[in-house]
């Protein structure tokens, strides 16, 4: 277990070693998401994705789906 000090700010600024055992050295825009758990701080690696590199197919299936939901939703509400 490592003790990281927080800023003022409430920057923590993780150790190399944190880093690498995550991966996000390697990362190109590294990321981390963070969640309290059980009283607690979880930090899980991410990695942020500029949009012109996501393919358009993949954003064409992500507006589907989030206009299914968005219907579903409507329809719970009872607004549809």
Same mark, same amino acid.
């Given at each position: 277990?490592?003790?990281?000090?927080?800023?003022?700010?409430?920057?923590?600024?993780?150790?190399?070693?944190?880093?690498?055992?995550?991966?996000?050295?390697?990362?190109?825009?590294?990321?981390?998401?963070?969640?309290? !758990?059980?009283? *607690?701080? =979880?930090? @899980?690696? /991410?990695?942020?994705?500029?949009?012109?590199?996501?393919?358009?197919?993949?954003?064409?299936?992500?507006?589907?789906?989030?206009? !299914?939901?968005? *219907?579903g =939703?409507? @329809?719970? /509400?009872?607004?549809?």
């Amino acid at each position: 277990m490592t003790a990281l000090q927080v800023s003022k700010r409430g920057t923590v600024t993780l150790p190399p070693e944190i880093r690498e055992a995550l991966g996000l050295n390697a990362a190109q825009h590294p990321m981390v998401l963070a969640e309290l !758990r059980n009283g *607690g701080l =979880f930090l @899980q690696p /991410a990695e942020a994705l500029p949009v012109r590199e996501i393919p358009l197919e993949q954003m064409k299936k992500w507006i589907t789906e989030d206009e !299914r939901d968005a *219907g579903g =939703f409507w @329809q719970r /509400a009872g607004q549809a």
